[in-house]
């Protein structure tokens, strides 16, 4: 999974509403009688054709359903504009490679660059040479290390997901008394899971009837949730409720539950897979709600991309260019709104 994001800027709604939908949308600025096709000097970027832009895309690695989620939002959302060619690298996590392939999209004089650093910090120096080559970049997730390095930086809210997580089970067990939660974390390497725990305590400090009685952390695999949930079920035989960091590792995670015969606590995932969505909409076991760290981030960074690459501004907003900082909303979903994201969930 990316690591944190720190900079948390406007708020998107919902996560699934993609910039797009920002992107997207007509400007009184439009000639009414005027019925040809986008020219450059429309300020707010639409679907209709306009300037042609080539964006050079560097994903990750898809060795992780949101990773490889990550990758089918950018192409598919390519795809959608006739004005768009997209330079796709092979993803990569290796960081001396994708720096070379960065350096290759440079060399082709892409107009725009989005980037997934595989390691945001390791990344930042090539960031810094696209933008002194005049080629700007969207900086997706993984943020560089200088401001410097990109022009638009586009990602989750770990922080919020935790916070949402955390708001969730509490308003589950407001009524219960001396009610007991137990976190499945992710790597605690990773500044990304200290931010989702933080989240998720800060949440809980608002319910004085409940105390988060044990953490353990796993590795975002489904090896390592089934593994570590097993070893919380042996230590804790009695609580309330479960948050898991990750839907992936959550796949691990329900098989333990289930083989252990366990179905007294409710459970809430987080990222927004598919099959947490499915778990969630038959409603047959503890998973009752995951909180979105959405990969459409990845679609909304190639709209920002061409909006960029044609000088325009996102519709909705006054100033007339593209923000600097979009944070995406943490949104949960529950058997009451699965069925408005399950076209987002990621396999």
């Not at 600025?29 to 209709?48: C, G, I, L, W």
Request: aromatic residues 6%; charged residues 25%; glycine residues 10%.
């Amino acid at each position: 999974m990316p690591d944190l994001a720190s900079r948390r800027g406007l708020l998107f709604g919902a996560a699934a509403v993609s910039a797009g939908a920002v992107l997207t949308g007509c400007t009184s600025n439009e000639s009414k009688d005027d019925d040809s096709p986008s020219d450059n000097n429309q300020a707010v970027a639409d679907d209709k054709p306009g300037k042609k832009v080539t964006i050079g895309f560097a994903g990750p690695q898809a060795d992780h359903g949101w990773l490889n989620a990550i990758n089918d939002n950018a192409k598919s959302r390519a795809k959608k504009y006739k004005d768009v060619t997209l330079e796709a690298t092979e993803g990569s996590n290796d960081t001396a490679a994708q720096i070379g392939q960065v350096e290759t999209l440079i060399n082709k004089k892409v107009d725009v660059l989005v980037i997934l650093p595989a390691d945001g910090k390791a990344l930042t120096q090539v960031g810094l040479k696209a933008m002194k080559a005049g080629i700007p970049v969207v900086n997706l997730d993984r943020i560089f290390a200088s401001a410097q390095a990109y022009r638009c930086w586009i990602g989750g809210d770990n922080y919020g997901m935790g916070l949402n997580a955390g708001h969730y089970i509490g308003e589950k067990l407001k009524g219960k008394k001396n009610a007991k939660v137990v976190e499945l974390a992710g790597l605690d390497n990773l500044e990304l899971t200290k931010q989702r725990t933080k989240g998720f305590d800060d949440a809980l400090k608002n319910y004085s009837n409940i105390e988060k009685v044990a953490r353990q952390a796993a590795e975002f695999t489904v090896e390592s949730g089934q593994s570590k949930m097993s070893q919380l079920l042996q230590a804790q035989k009695n609580f309330d409720a479960l948050w898991n960091h990750d839907d992936d590792q959550g796949v691990g995670a329900l098989r333990a539950i289930k083989q252990a015969g366990r179905d007294d606590f409710l459970m809430v995932g987080g990222a927004g897979a598919l099959s947490a969505f499915q778990e969630i909409k038959q409603d047959r076991g503890v998973l009752k709600a995951t909180v979105l760290y959405p990969p459409t981030m990845a679609a909304s960074a190639i709209d920002l991309a061409r909006a960029l690459g044609q000088g325009k501004g996102v519709s909705g907003m006054a100033e007339f260019e593209i923000p600097a900082s979009l944070t995406l909303y943490s949104a949960v979903v529950d058997k009451d709104n699965v069925d408005q994201y399950m076209s987002t969930g990621f396999k």
